[in-house]
């Protein structure tokens, strides 16, 4: 068998880990051919791709980022994959092709399978909002990343009497604030999913203060945002899901805090640090089974899917599945958060 693999979105701990697992298993398992296309999707229109042997992925386990590089697509070349998707797997010899990516790539992926090329998806991000998956690898790094910041920051914060409101990623799910938010003892977290309410978030902050303690830290999703009328309102821009997308709202947030309270502020925007360096050892092992079960399952012929966590057991589910909804944070997990602020 020929198999081509790609990685396409924003880059995330455990995608080498994939890639290396899939020549493994393919390569040494099956004695298949295995060709990374370089830059996702680009890399397949544009025909960039080399050989993936032993030794083009030894060492890979570790690294964080993609051997293979990464790019989003625009839809039109998109488009064009798809009006030649059969002639492009017969010219290029793919009898399967593994992207590994979020919910734009994993769209991308149904519409080329749609189309008549053969597909097995593998889903990664940070952000973990792939509904049909327990977990995607990436999570566990980047919130261990978080949990490590919010640690150090409560020191500083403690020292200088401080407020700290410390930004993590999250445009449309907050699953990295809540559990970055609860492993590091945040004494506020702020979702996408529930507009909070700034009068609320001061009560519980100066509460604090007025109890004795020297400091707070507030946790939030980039994509959170002030319930109407709870703070002077800036409207956000429209991204492509039709969302309204918020810019600096741990700046934002931090000013009116001190403003409001009386303390000094600090904004801290994590970024893409939480994107970067070595996987967690979960990351690693689901990258690695998600890598073994792609290539099973392209050789059961079984494309259209997407492998999957559930429970502790690795699934495959139909990519339509896989990208019909984002999985968000439920009331309740954010209920069991608010009992530990
Ligand atoms: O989807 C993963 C993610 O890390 C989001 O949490 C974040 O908003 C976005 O990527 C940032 O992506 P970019 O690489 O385009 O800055």
Redesign the pocket.
């Known amino acids: 068998m020929r198999i081509g693999v790609l990685t396409a ?4 701990p455990g995608l080498n880990a994939v890639i290396r697992s899939v020549v493994h298993r393919a390569v040494v398992g099956h004695g298949d051919e295995v060709i990374g296309f370089e830059d996702g999707f680009k890399g397949l229109l544009e025909r960039r791709y080399r050989k993936l042997d032993l030794d083009a992925v030894s060492g890979i386990l570790s690294r964080g980022g993609t051997i293979l590089g990464s790019a ?1 697509l625009e839809r039109g070349r998109l488009d064009e994959a798809c009006d030649h998707a059969e002639e492009l797997c017969g010219e290029l010899g793919l009898d399967a092709l593994l992207p590994i990516g ?2 734009g790539t994993l769209t991308a992926a149904r519409m080329l399978s749609d189309a008549g090329m053969p597909v097995v998806g593998v889903p990664k ?3 973990n909002d792939i509904s049909a998956t327990d977990r995607t690898f990436g999570f566990d790094t980047a919130v261990g990343v978080a949990t490590e910041a919010l640690d150090r920051l409560k020191t500083t914060a403690e020292s200088h009497q401080r407020i700290m409101v410390v930004e993590v ?3 449309h799910a907050g699953w ?1 604030a809540l559990e970055s938010g609860m492993a590091g003892g945040a004494h506020g977290i702020c979702l996408p999913e529930r507009p909070f309410q700034l009068d609320k978030l001061c009560e519980m902050i100066e509460e604090r203060f007025s109890r004795g303690k020297k400091f707070a830290v507030v946790c939030v999703a ?2 959170a945002h002030p319930a109407e009328g709870s703070m002077p309102y800036e409207k956000g821009r429209i991204d492509q899901y039709g969302h309204e997308r918020f810019t600096g709202i741990g700046n934002r947030l931090a000013a009116e805090l001190e403003r409001r309270i009386g303390k000094e502020a600090r904004p801290v925007i994590l970024g ?1 640090v ?2 970067g360096g070595t996987p967690t050892a979960f990351d690693r092992v689901l990258a690695t089974r998600f890598g073994w079960h792609a290539v099973e399952a392209a050789h059961r012929r079984e494309f259209g899917m997407m492998t999957a966590l559930r429970g502790n057991d690795i699934r495959l589910v139909p990519l339509a599945e896989a990208v019909s909804e984002l999985k968000t944070v439920p009331e309740h997990r954010m209920r069991e958060a608010e009992s530990v602020y």
């Not at 979105?9 to 995330?12: A, E, F, I, K």
């Open positions: 979105g924003g880059d995330c989003r979020g919910e991000t940070i952000d990623m999250g445009r990295i980039e994509g893409h939480q994107r």
